[in-house]
């Protein structure tokens, strides 16, 4: 890799040591689409080694306002051009694609360091969640829905992604497309600001995490029409459907 410290140069002398941290560990984003695109390119150029990128879809032209991906990228599954795209942007990365539905993986196949979760439905986000808890791997979520964001994190032992969700609801959410709330079965589309400002604050939530700072349990919210800032601190809930049945 001769010749690659003049890429990371800046970013070791802002975060000092984190690349150190990052570059043996494994990064799974599910979903590349919106948020999921830059989520992956951030989280390799934050220097982890090895990217594993999950996604079923092709990309298409109306894909094209609000990702990373190119006009001669239509037709191509996501997370192929995703790991052409990345391949070819960050030195010494290595990075797998799966053209597959998480649901669709062998469970063994769900194996990270850490899971970014970046789907735009609320059933394989579950999914995606209990195995991830199960196996013992942090697992941050960015839900988008318009002009709002969610970033939220579920690490064992802490409160997991169902952790607000009362019982009596969980069929209703459950295939219903509303990342940020779970309401509502119309699914709003970003627009080309929101999906990289959602992952950076993914990816934040992701470095504080790694540099040892207490993120468990903290919902961030932020409505970027009137740029309002939430951050909730949620507690574990002994009747959550996905995590009172783990440990
Ligand atoms: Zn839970």
Redesign the pocket.
Known sequence: MEGDEEFWDRQDRLWPGFRERVKSMTAMVVGVGATGSYAALFTAQMGFKRLVLVDPDRVELSNLNRTVYTLKDVDEYKAVAMKRIVVERVPGVEVKAITKRIEELPKEAISADIILSCLDVMDARFYLTELA?RKGIPLFDVGTEGERIRVQS?IPPG?????TIPVELYGEIVGLKDSCTGEGSEHAPSGPLVPPIASSLLLYVVKRYLEGEEVLGTVIYLNTTDLEVRVERIK??PT?????NIR
């Open positions: 808890y579920s409160p997991c992604l169902a952790c574990r809930n959550c459907f996905i995590c009172s």
